[in-house]
T-cell receptor, first 110, second 113 residues
Framework: EDQVTQSPEALRLQEGESSSLNCSYTVSGLRGLFWYRQDPGKGPEFLFTLYSAGEEKEKERLKATLTKKESFLHITAPKPEDSATYLCAVHRGGADGLTFGKGTHLIIQP | DAGVIQSPRHEVTEMGQEVTLRCKPISGHDYLFWYRQTMMRGLELLIYFNNNVPIDDSGMPEDRFSAKMPNASFSTLKIQPSEPRDSAVYFC???????????FGAGTRLSVL
């Protein structure tokens, strides 16, 4: 059974204080690892897809990395508008649905 | 494109009543997914369709839940009878053939009293 574990559950940072969110996964035949951002009262919004170990992708203050067992979402010099819940999900071979972790609730204080 | 459209945004009902949630996928997308989000279990896949045909319904919690996709632009998720433990946010998502990114709607927040 596919498993996705995210840590920490919640993280409070000061504006400009860099940090990383972790996503550990167990999946048979990984076809892709996804990061989504979810704001209160809204649906998840796609950020990144990573396909193989060693791959990295960047978007503004966010950078996602992937190893064979985990993914990190690094946030550099965050701003209050980066406050949201960040969700990690895996897509395995032979299926089309995603298996999600429970998310990391990130708060950036000005 | 308007994105994935779900209705209603909020639904409050009493235990035992029938509830119908609606979804319009992005035009041209071949896949449609229904997910449920709770604090305890996070976001879970309930069922998905490809070209209007249900492919995997193993996530549907029990026979009280049913989903249909009568055409490429409309899907429903029905709960009959509803129970308080069904209270959650229900999301619909869609993706195109050969595309791995799923695009989510804004969700329906269901409260069963």
């Amino acid at each position: 059974e596919d498993q996705v574990t995210q840590s920490p559950e919640a993280l409070r940072l000061q504006e400009g204080e860099s940090s990383s969110l972790n996503c550990s996964y167990t999946v048979s035949g990984l076809r892709g690892l996804f990061w989504y951002r979810q704001d209160p009262g809204k649906g998840p919004e796609f950020l990144f897809t990573l396909y193989s170990a060693g791959e990295e992708k960047e978007k503004e203050r966010l950078k996602a990395t992937l190893t064979k067992k985990e993914s990190f979402l690094h946030i550099t010099a965050p701003k209050p508008e980066d406050s949201a819940t960040y969700l990690c999900a895996v897509h395995r071979g032979g299926a089309d649905g995603l298996t999600f972790g429970k998310g990391t609730h990130l708060i950036i204080q000005p | 494109d308007a994105g994935v459209i779900q209705s209603p945004r909020h639904e409050v009902t009493e235990m035992g009543q029938e509830v119908t949630l609606r979804c319009k996928p992005i035009s041209g997308h071949d896949y449609l997914f229904w997910y449920r989000q709770t604090m305890m279990r996070g976001l879970e896949l309930l069922i998905y369709f490809n070209n209007n045909v249900p492919i995997d319904d193993s996530g549907m919690p029990e026979d009280r839940f049913s989903a249909k996709m009568p055409n490429a632009s409309f899907s429903t998720l029905k709960i009959q009878p509803s129970e308080p433990r069904d209270s959650a946010v229900y999301f619909c998502a869609s993706k195109g053939q050969g595309d791995r990114i799923q695009y989510f709607g804004a969700g329906t927040r269901l409260s069963v009293l």
